[in-house]
């Protein structure tokens, strides 16, 4: 009987050894990092249709801006625009995402002129969550197939980001960098 005990026991231990073993860690999240690729993101554009960044980096390199309209970042806009039609021409697609209701977003495009540059509304702050940041405006200049080349944090009036930005995509685009605070 003793021996027919301790069988049972030992045929039990596998069972109770793995019922203690901890359960795998949830796989992490892809780090968003220069030199990492992009993130899958999906959004509306304004018009409503669906816009992938996998579907816009297989054409060339594209410069994601998170922003919102507050006045710093408002002024800071007219020198991404820059950015945008000086490399437009060379393959650069920009896309703006903006922390704004829907509602103001129609009047700001219309009064800054956004008809041409591709653009989405986010009020809800989805898009920071992907992008794994908190910072308005965060830029993320990203190479043809998808490859982290730049972020740039942080809001900036004079122009100082957006001219770092410039010089990074134009040195990406194999192009003069444009000032974008002094355009010739």
């Known amino acids: 009987m003793t021996r ?12 109770v050894a793995s019922a203690a ?17 992009a993130p899958d ?25 998170l922003t919102c309209g507050c006045s710093g970042c408002d002024k800071e806009l007219a020198y991404f625009q820059k950015i945008d039609e000086a490399y ?9 995402v903006f922390k704004e209701p829907d509602a103001k ?5 219309s009064e800054k002129k956004l008809g041409d540059v591709l653009y989405a509304v986010d ?19 990203i190479a043809k197939g998808g490859k982290i080349v730049s972020v740039a944090n942080g809001c900036d009036p004079n122009g100082l980001v957006a001219n770092a930005v410039s010089d990074k995509t134009g040195k990406l685009l194999g192009v003069k960098p444009v000032d974008v605070k002094n355009p010739k």
Do not use: C, H
């Not at 437009?88 to 703006?96: A, F, P, R, V």
């Not at 977003?105 to 495009?109: F, P």
């Not at 308005?136 to 200049?141: A, G, S």
């Open 4 to 15: 027919l005990l301790i069988a049972a026991l030992f045929a039990a231990l596998p069972a």
């Open 21 to 37: 073993e901890p359960a795998p860690m949830p796989k992490a999240k892809a780090k968003v990092a220069v030199g990492e690729q």
């Open 41 to 65: 993101f999906v959004i509306k554009d304004a018009s409503g249709k669906i816009v992938k960044l996998s579907d816009l980096t297989a054409k060339g390199p594209v410069l994601v801006r």
């Open 88 to 96: 437009k021409g060379q393959g650069l697609i920009s896309l703006y």
């Open 105 to 109: 977003m129609a009047k700001y495009a």
């Open 123 to 141: 009020p809800k702050g989805d898009s920071w969550g992907v992008f794994q940041t908190k910072s308005m405006p965060t830029n993320f200049l």
